[in-house]
């Protein structure tokens, strides 16, 4: 079976995100075309905007299309608690599970020195920056619980450290690996609960 | 296609490959150094079982240049590494992708990894670990040191006398010149050949010695891992150290 160019497209660009295969890509063409093209155009112009405008956070890196997200921007949230976290994605997870009222600061990514990430690639200069121009009292290193969401843990709590700002790192009820994008609510609470004091090693 | 079962290994990389899946850097005993597809690895109960610095067995099948990794079983449980030996252990994984090829069976790596992993967990001095990691390797790769003789005369190394260390030849006699070589110290040299580098706190001449060497082979990219010791070396009592 051939579709026509557009239509092939269309399926094409349906198969390219994430968790959608062929089949479910056809369908969802089919549905636009068929039964929603109302919805279908309001899809294309949510996406083109967003692409077009969203950008990142001047303070966290989290994504806005504003010069401050909405947490930076909200005078109720506590500035003095900073949660430090490796993804947008995480900054949702967290805010879904209502449990924290800090600001956040999104690494967009972790330190990988074998995919060539060290503290420079990461940025972490601008966190650096935070923490010695803000008036930080708590970091909560929220970081995946994979080999390298804990080396980046520790690399940030030792500049933590050197900043004098008490550090914290949340407790995972889950093995070691897991990201916390993956994590559901309640497991997140516990964790944000039990964090604990880093620092004793 | 070729299968293989309860191979011992232990995880060097992996990266997010499509949705779910991860293609994973693994350190055999066997086979050396391989890549393996893990389909589904990155959600649900198979989260995690892929991190780096554990013991594992695993099986996989085999057409071309990646495998499918088929069984992962975790024959005993080890602490994660923290601080400082978990930066160490990033850079034993850095040093071997970086030096050793795919599919070049070697054991007496793996041996040497596996020991050096257990040190770094057992809170062995780190320094002289990842020194004599450093050499095991090269010499499994046929890069092995000469330290204990002179280069020239075949002379015994002596303390208290300074060398010029000629890259793939070995010490000779400090001349004075410090052309075509590195200055290092005959107990350095003699430390480091007994498998005991820093007894005499030579374990910064050491290191130099070693870095110097390994960057021929690394090429002008450095070791990133490097970095995240960084940090470590400038806190209290740590200008010692020289990991
Ligand atoms: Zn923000």
């Known amino acids: ?201 | 296609m070729t299968r293989v079962s309860d191979q011992p290994a232990y995880v060097l990389h992996r990266r997010a490959y499509r949705d779910s899946s991860q293609i994973v850097e693994v350190l055999t005993r066997d086979a050396g150094r391989i890549g393996l597809i893990a389909r589904g690895a990155r959600k649900g109960r198979r989260a995690g079982r892929l991190e780096p610095f554990r013991p594992l067995t695993i099986g996989w099948s085999r057409r071309g240049e990646l495998g499918t990794l088929t069984d992962i079983e975790t024959p005993v449980t080890v602490p994660p590494l923290s601080g400082r030996a978990l930066a160490c252990g990033f850079y034993l994984n850095e040093l071997v992708t970086r030096l050793v090829d795919r599919d070049e069976p070697l054991p007496e790596l793996f041996a040497a990894y596996a020991e050096g992993l257990h040190g770094l967990l057992a809170g062995q001095a780190q320094a002289p670990l990842l020194r004599r990691f450093e050499l095991r390797l090269l010499e499994v790769l046929g890069y092995g040191l000469l330290l204990d003789r002179d280069a020239r005369h075949g002379e015994p190394v002596q303390a208290g006398r300074d060398y010029l260390y000629r890259f793939e030849e070995g010490p000779v006699p400090w001349d004075g010149s410090e052309t075509g070589g590195l200055r290092v110290r005959g107990e350095t040299l003699l430390e480091l050949a007994a498998g005991r580098p820093g007894s005499t706190g030579t374990l910064r001449e050491a290191r130099r010695l070693l870095e110097w060497v390994l960057a021929q082979y690394l090429g002008p990219r450095p070791l990133k891992s490097r970095e995240l010791l960084e940090p470590y070396r400038r806190g209290p009592g740590s200008a010692i150290s020289s990991t």
Do not use: W
């Not at chain 1, 209502?98 to 956040?104: H, Q």
């Open chain 1, 1 to 201: 079976m051939s579709l026509s160019p557009l239509l092939e497209s269309l399926v094409e660009a349906f198969q390219g995100l994430p968790g959608v295969g062929r089949k479910t890509a056809q369908r969802l063409a089919m549905h636009v075309l068929e039964r929603d093209r109302e919805g279908g155009r309001r899809l294309a112009g949510a996406l083109e905007a967003a692409i077009e405008n969203v950008g990142h956070c001047r303070r966290c890196r989290n994504l806005t299309e504003d010069e401050l997200c909405p947490i930076c921007a909200n005078p109720r949230r506590d500035r003095e608690v900073l949660c430090v976290v490796e993804t947008p994605a995480d900054v949702m997870a967290i805010e879904q599970a209502g449990i924290f009222s800090g600001v956040y600061h999104v690494l967009m990514g972790h330190l990988s020195p074998l995919d060539g990430i060290g503290p420079e690639e990461l940025g972490l200069g601008l966190l650096a920056e935070r923490l010695a121009g803000e008036s930080v009292r708590e970091v909560i290193l929220a970081t995946n619980s994979t080999v390298e969401g804990e080396a980046t843990a520790q690399y940030i709590s030792e500049m933590a450290g050197d900043a004098g700002v008490e550090v914290t790192r949340i407790a995972y009820g889950i093995p070691m690996g897991g990201e916390l994008e993956y994590v559901d609510g309640n497991t997140l609470t516990h964790a944000f609960n039990g964090r604990r004091a880093v620092g004793d090693r």
